[in-house]
């Protein structure tokens, strides 16, 4: 298996973080832990799965706050759409790879940390 170099890091370094970053718990270990913060792999799959954060949390405001369209349109699409968006984003995430999520990846470009 070939290891894919990350900002002087491997990527199997900053995997575990990468992956948890979908779950919440590698962002959050992320900003707490100083070798992850140094990990540019870990670093990619944060700022993704943060504009997924952001993304869901915005369909659930416009769906719930628009009556009926967004109930029964916004609201299951929107929630489909980001789980897959969170599937792609783990399968990426364990398979080594720095590759954007489809639609809403190029975002990530917006966050500087």
């Not at 599937?87 to 080594?96: C, D, R, V």
């Amino acid at each position: 298996m070939v290891e894919k170099k990350s900002g002087g890091k491997t990527a199997d370094e900053g995997k575990a973080c990468a992956v948890l970053a979908y779950i919440l718990v590698g962002i959050i270990w992320y900003f707490v832990d100083e070798k992850m913060r140094k990990n540019t792999y870990a670093k990619f799959h944060v700022k993704q799965a943060l504009i997924l954060l952001f993304l869901s949390i915005a369909i659930s405001i416009v769906g719930s706050v628009i009556p009926i369209i967004g109930w029964f349109i916004i609201l299951p699409l929107g929630s489909l759409f980001t789980f897959v968006l969170w599937i792609i984003g783990i399968i990426n995430s364990l398979s080594g790879k720095e590759k954007k999520l489809p639609i809403v990846g190029g975002l990530a470009k917006h966050l500087t940390f």
